[in-house]
Each structure stands twice: as C-alpha cells, then as structure tokens.
C-alpha cells in the first residue's frame, strides 16, 4: 500500500478511540485502495485522499459528535463561574500573601514583597481556571448538561411551584467562592504550614501540626473540596433539587464530614509543643477535638436534613 | 442574489435524513462502501465518500445493518446489508417518506395552481 494513504488513516485514526482504531484502520484501507483502483499514479492518490476531507474532519464524522472541553451549552455557565471565583479568589490570595508578611516578616526589600504578591495573585489565576476548567470538563464529559432534564407535564408543571424546589443561586454562589477559597487555602498551607500557628508576643509562632505528616492530608482535603465543588456547579446547572442530585449532595457531605472527623482524630498530626505551651493534657485536648467532631456530624446532618426538607418539599405540603 | 452558501446549506439540511433512506434502499443484498457510492452516483444522488463510510459504520453501530468481511477476492472488503431491524426500519421510513412527499407535493401545488 501506497505510503501516503498509510499516513493519512494513521493521522486519522490518531484523532479515534483506542477500541475503534483498528476497525476503523481496516475499514478505510479497503474502501480507499477501491476507490485508486488498481496501480493507481500518484496523482490519483492525492485526488482521492483530497477528496475525503483532512484526516481532523473525516475522524469527526466518524466520531458522529464533535469533541469539546467544556461544551457549548455549558460554557456561557463556565464563563460566569470563572469570573465570579476569579474576581474574588484572586484579589484574596493577594491578601493572604500580605498578610503572611505581617505576620511573619520575610528579610526581603519592600519590592520583593509587592513582587511576591503579584506572584501569588497570578498563581491564584492558575489555580482557579485549572480548577474550575477540570470541573466543568468532568461534568461535561458526564453529558450532565443544562437542558438534560426531561421535559413533561409533570416538568411543565413544576414551573409554577413555589420556590422550595428551586435551587438558590446566589447561596450555590456563595458555596463556590467559599470553596475557591478554600482550595486556595489548602494550596497555600502545602507550602506554608507553619503559619497555621499559635501566635504570641512573647513566643515564637508555634505551629498546630506536624508539616510533614500534615501534607497527605491536605491533598486530600484538596479531593473533597473539589468534589463539594462539582456537586455546587451540578447545582448551578440544574437549579432544581431532585431525587439524584440530593443523593449526589448528601453523600458528599458525608464523604466530607467523614473525611474531617478521620483528620482531626489523628492525634501524631497535632504538634506537642502546643500541647506544652496551653498546658494541655493530651486526654484534654482529646475531649475537646471530639467535640468539635461532633460539631462537624452535626454541621453535616444539618446540611443534610435542609437539603432533604428542600428536595422534599412538595410532597410534604 | 441569495447567499450561495446559504442556499447550500438548505440543501444540505434537506438531503440530511433523506441519505440515509437512499443507502438503505441499496442494502437488501451486501454492498461494499465504493460499490455502494458508484451504485448511488448512477441514480444521481450524490454522496460524499467521507460521509457514506462513517454513516454505515454508525448504522451498523445503531443495529440497522450488519457486516462482513469477504476475504476471498484479492483483497479483504467489508461487506454490509440490513439487519432484520434494519428491514423493519426502512420500511417504516420508506412508508414516512412517501406520505411526506404526497404532502409536500399537494402544498406545492397549492402554492402553484398553474404551475
């Protein structure tokens, strides 16, 4: 077989699933090699390889849909969001970086410092968009798109109930900024752990855990943040609560309450010096982190029963 | 003068889903794609190589045909032909269609009664 057409079905089945490739491959071989006939000139070839399209869209076609990141119908909502968490995570992250040279001052020039909080402004910007774009891409590539929801009487009808089903967009808003945040947050303490401190004049800062064995954990506290923020834009997306979407939330509240109560109770993260320093009896500090355990159970049931009182609304009025 | 690229969209749009029932119509004995393609261009409907090949795959995929590979010529072909659903759903289209064209041809002349 000619060279040439062995390049073009290469390059147009690069553009293909692994599982199609080969089928594809064989397919194209046979119905190009009839369509040169037999000792074909090189002209001939060209003609019939022009003929078929560019290897791109002749892929496309056989792929039967078009391939996005982030889909037509989902981007004017990516836009937004990216935006939003930008104009307030970004001007944030300049904060905490001036607000960690207040509090532990760097021996560095005055010019340094603005130029490190540029630096920390742009690395927010990084963060924000790799984040926001790897959400929108993963719920993009689940098909959950803004119109997927079956239209019917009973949708028809749902139009005029009251507010208690809608989901409001201003508190998804607010989630996802709150979640930015603390992604930003969670970033900023895999490299400054330290400033999660105990502060005094007459001490030095004493750190709250243990830097090294802490960070793990901060990546995956990164995971469950992240998954709060999928289930925000799924919210922001469907703007509606129904019996899928409660699931897809409470449960991540659970992983998320879960997740906290196993960090907290990890009693070598925490640092002894601090114990040392409260006058802290380990059994005392104990009893106090598992209460706030508690509290976080209670946060998260909480959660959970508003969102079931939502989701669940019509059927108890 | 009208936009020929608009114009030709139209067209396209028109002959969209139509292709498709002329392809079907060839396939109730097994036809390779060229041999299809060149049995289509004698009935003067044209259709792009880059269009036929996929779309057969995607029916096969969607289970209206069925294929083989013959082996015993010089060199391997895949065959395709309808499926027993296949057979089903182009009748049923081929009866749509019809009706269709009964109907846009009434409107049609309505349009122009002298015509």
């Known amino acids: 077989m000619d060279d040439l057409i062995k390049r073009y079905i290469a390059e147009t089945i690069h553009h293909l ?28 070839i060209e003609e019939t390889l022009l003929a078929l399209g560019s290897p791109a869209s002749l892929a496309s076609q056989y792929r039967g849909r078009p391939r996005h990141l982030i889909g037509p119908d989902t981007f004017p909502l990516y836009w937004k ?17 001036i607000i960690g040279f207040i509090i532990s001052p760097p021996a560095i020039a005055l010019v ?35 119109g997927a929801e079956v239209w019917d009487r009973a949708a ?21 900024v709150g979640l930015a945040i603390g992604m930003l947050a969670l970033t900023f303490l895999m490299t400054n752990s330290d400033l999660l401190a105990l502060y005094s004049k007459e001490h030095a800062p004493i750190p709250l855990f243990i830097a ?23 919210k922001l997306i469907r703007r509606r609560w129904s019996a899928s979407i409660l699931v897809i939330s409470s449960s991540v509240t659970i992983i998320t309450t879960a997740f906290w109560v196993f960090f907290l109770t990890r009693w070598n993260l925490y640092n002894p010096d601090l114990f040392a320093f409260l006058t802290l009896t380990q059994p005392r500090w104990q009893h106090i982190i598992r209460s706030l355990c508690g509290f976080c159970i209670l946060m998260g049931a909480i959660t959970i029963g508003t969102e079931c009182y939502h989701a669940l609304w019509k059927e108890r009025v | 003068m009208y936009d020929d690229q608009i114009l030709s969209n139209f ?15 060839q396939l109730r004995t097994p036809q390779y794609g060229y041999a299809l393609l ?17 779309m057969l795959r995607r029916l096969e995929s ?35 269609w019809l009706e269709q064209h009964t109907h846009i041809q009434t409107l049609l002349k309505e349009e122009h009664p002298h015509g």
Request: one cysteine or more; aromatic letters at 8%; proline letters at 3%.
């Open chain 1, 156 to 176: 028809l009808r749902a139009l005029q109930e009251k507010a208690g089903k809608t989901i409001k967009a201003n508190s998804v808003i607010g989630d996802l």
């Open chain 1, 81 to 97: 969001v990216l935006c939003l968490v930008l104009l307030i995570a970004v001007p944030l992250a300049a904060l905490f970086s």
């Open chain 2, 38 to 54: 060149q049995t289509l261009a004698e009935q003067q409907i044209v259709l792009e190589a880059n269009t036929l090949y996929p």
């Open chain 1, 212 to 234: 090294v064995r802490l960070r793990p954990y901060l990546i995956a506290a990164m995971v469950v943040v992240f998954l709060s923020f999928l289930v925000a834009i799924i």
């Open chain 2, 11 to 25: 067209i396209t749009e028109l002959n969209r889903g139509t292709l498709t029932l002329c392809v079907l119509s």
């Open chain 2, 62 to 96: 969607q289970g209206v045909l069925k294929s083989s590979w013959d082996t015993t010529e010089s060199r391997p072909r895949k065959f395709y032909q309808l499926s027993e659903d296949g057979v089903m759903v182009y009748e049923r289209l081929k009866r749509h």
């Open chain 1, 112 to 146: 340094e410092m603005v130029a490190r909080t540029f630096a920390a402004a742009g690395s927010a910007v990084v963060l924000v968009f790799f984040w926001v774009t790897i959400a929108f891409a993963l719920i993009d590539a689940q098909q959950i798109s803004v």
């Open chain 1, 17 to 44: 699933s692994v599982k199609e490739r080969a089928d594809v491959q064989q397919e194209l071989e046979a119905n190009i090699l009839d369509m040169v006939g037999e000792s074909p000139d090189e002209e001939t």
